[in-house]
C-alpha cells in the first residue's frame, strides 16, 4: 500500500489499511456488506488513498505476488487474510482462482470500490485498522502487499499489528508481508518538485503527476508529498497534495522485532518470486511463522 515513487515505483506502489464489532446480521449474510471492526484508533497517514481510480490506475504494474500467494494459499485449509487490501488488487485475482479470501482495509473508499470491483465473489469485505482488530477468527496465512508496514512509524504501531497478527494466527501459521529496501540513493531529501509521470484515468482524466521528499535518518522515516494535476471538464486545471510518511527497515531491524513478538524462522527474500535478499535487491519479503505456545 505506499506510493514510493521516487524510489520505487513499480515494486510496491499502493497503499491500504482499518476495523467496529458489529456482528453480522444473519438477514444480511456474510459477504453483502462492509463490515466495521473495533474502530477505535485514527490514522492520519492515509490521505493518498482517498480516491481508488486514481489509486488503481497507479498501481497497475504490481511486483507480480499473484503466483507466490496463490500456490501459499491452496495450501491451507481455511480462509486467508489480506492485510490493506485496498481495492482488492491481489484479493480479487486470489478469489477468483477459489481462495476464500478476508479482505481487510481502512479506507472505505478503496473497500468499496473493491467489492464492486469484485462483483459476486465471496469476498468478505472488512473495515479496519491493521493495529487493533478482531475478527473472530484464525488463519492458516495472512499477507500484506504494497509495503502496508511500513505505514506505520513507531514501535509501538509496528507491536500492536504483530500482536493482532499473533492473535488470527493459528500455531505455525504464516504472516508475509512485503518493505521497500532501504537504499541510501532513495532516502535522501528531494526539496524541489520533481516530475514522476503522467497517466490517464478511467474517467479520462489526465493526471500528471510530481513530487518532493525529506528523510529523517533519526526516525527513519521518509516523508514524501505527491502533486497531481489535472484540468476538469470546465477547463480549470485542479492540484491536489498527499503527503505519506513511510518508515523504512533494516533486515536485522526487522529479525530483531518479529522475534521478541513471538515469530519464528524470519526469513527473507527479493521479491515474491522468493529470491534470495541481496544488496540490490528492491524489496524485503519478510515471512515469518507464529511460535507454537
Not at 459477504?31 to 493518498?48: A, H, I, P, Q
Not at 479506507?107 to 468499496?112: D, F, R, S, Y
Request: aromatic share 10%; glycine share 6%; with cysteine.
Amino acid at each position: 500500500m505506499t506510493r514510493i515513487y521516487l524510489s520505487l515505483q513499480s515494486v510496491c506502489g499502493s497503499r491500504r489499511w482499518s476495523i467496529c464489532n458489529t456482528a453480522v446480521p444473519p438477514s444480511v449474510g456474510r459477504f453483502t456488506y462492509l463490515e466495521k471492526r473495533r474502530c477505535v484508533m485514527t490514522n492520519s497517514n492515509l490521505s493518498d488513498y482517498a480516491d481508488p481510480v486514481v489509486y488503481d490506475a497507479e498501481n497497475n504494474q504490481f511486483e507480480p505476488a499473484g503466483p507466490t500467494l496463490l500456490k501459499m494459499a491452496q495450501q491451507v485449509t481455511g480462509p486467508v487474510l489480506d492485510l490493506g487490501c485496498g481495492t482488492g488488487l491481489m484479493s480479487i485475482p486470489l478469489a477468483k482462482q477459489g481462495i476464500d479470501m478476508v479482505s481487510m482495509d481502512a479506507v472505505p473508499e478503496m473497500l468499496a470500490h473493491g467489492k464492486k470491483k469484485a462483483g459476486d465473489l465471496p469476498i468478505r469485505w472488512v473495515e479496519g485498522d491493521v493495529r487493533n482488530f478482531q475478527l473472530d477468527q484464525k488463519f492458516e496465512l495472512i499477507y500484506s502487499t504494497g509495503a502496508v508496514f511500513q505505514h506505520l512509524l513507531t514501535r509501538a504501531e509496528h507491536e500492536a499489528c504483530l500482536a493482532c497478527v499473533q492473535e488470527h494466527l493459528v500455531e505455525n501459521g504464516r504472516f508475509i508481508f512485503d518493505l521497500a529496501f532501504p537504499h541510501p540513493k532513495w532516502l535522501g531529501n528531494v526539496e524541489a518538485e520533481e516530475e514522476w509521470f503522467s497517466y490517464t484515468t478511467p474517467d479520462e482524466r489526465d493526471v500528471r503527476v510530481s513530487g518532493f521528499q525529506e528523510y529523517d535518518p533519526i526516525r527513519q522515516v521518509k516523508m514524501e508529498t505527491a502533486v497531481r494535476r489535472w484540468t476538469d471538464a470546465t477547463g480549470i486545471e485542479m492540484t491536489k497534495k498527499a503527503p505519506l510518511s513511510l518508515r523504512y527497515f533494516y533486515p536485522q531491524e526487522i529479525e530483531a522485532l518479529m522475534h521478541y513478538n513471538g515469530f519464528l524462522n524470519t526469513s527473507f527474500f527479493g521479491d515474491w518470486q522468493l529470491t534470495p535478499l541481496t544488496a540490490e535487491s528492491t524489496m524485503i519479503l519478510v515471512l515469518a511463522k507464529k511460535e507454537m505456545t
